[in-house]
């Protein structure tokens, strides 16, 4: 998001403060999606705050919103989170992977393939299969082989 006036910042401003501080954990979860769709890296550092709360919940929608702000300090976040306990959390961050391009991603997912959840394996799979099926498209329409190691389309 590129911030053009006053009031997109006052706006942004609202939703973070709510993020943060909102006595209701259904606002706060609202919120933080907003963060996300809003796509704003100003929003990272509030965002990996809420990634240390106790709500599964609300740290799963935080990291959904990280992948979709994307960039490098993005990445630095999710690969924190690779380790959490819930595994709802660390599925999510299998599927925002999906939404950064990194050279080290695939891998990653790779590693979430062994998650001892199958939820999170699962996860993994779909983002890695996912790839595979673009890689295969685009190299197809461009006459070349799908032996490519990274997928760069997101989800």
């Known amino acids: 998001?590129?911030?053009?006036?006053e009031g997109d910042d006052?706006?942004?401003?609202?939703?973070?403060?709510?993020?943060l501080h909102h006595d209701r954990r259904e606002k706060k979860r609202e919120m933080v999606?907003?963060?996300?769709?809003?796509?704003d890296p100003r929003a990272l550092d509030a965002l990996k705050t809420i990634m240390t709360e106790n709500d599964s919940y609300l740290v799963s929608e935080a990291v959904k919103a990280v992948g979709k702000i994307s960039g490098l300090k993005a990445?630095?976040?999710?690969?924190?989170m690779m380790h959490h306990s819930s595994f709802?959390?660390?599925?999510e961050v299998?599927?925002?992977?999906?939404?950064?391009?990194?050279?080290?991603?695939?891998?990653l997912l790779n590693q979430l393939l062994n998650d001892i959840s199958p939820y999170v394996a699962n996860c993994a799979d779909i983002i890695l299969n996912d790839c595979?099926?673009?890689?295969k498209v685009m190299m197809?329409?461009?006459g070349g082989s799908a032996n490519t190691k990274q997928c760069d389309q997101s989800r």
């Open 1 to 5: 998001m590129t911030v053009c006036n």
């Open 10 to 19: 006052t706006y942004f401003d609202k939703v973070l403060k709510s993020a």
């Open 33 to 39: 999606y907003i963060l996300g769709e809003l796509r």
């Open 75 to 80: 990445m630095e976040l999710l690969l924190i």
């Open 88 to 91: 709802m959390v660390r599925g």
């Open 94 to 107: 299998a599927l925002a992977l999906g939404e950064i391009s990194h050279p080290k991603r695939e891998e």
């Open 132 to 135: 595979n099926v673009i890689q």
């Open 140 to 142: 197809r329409k461009k």
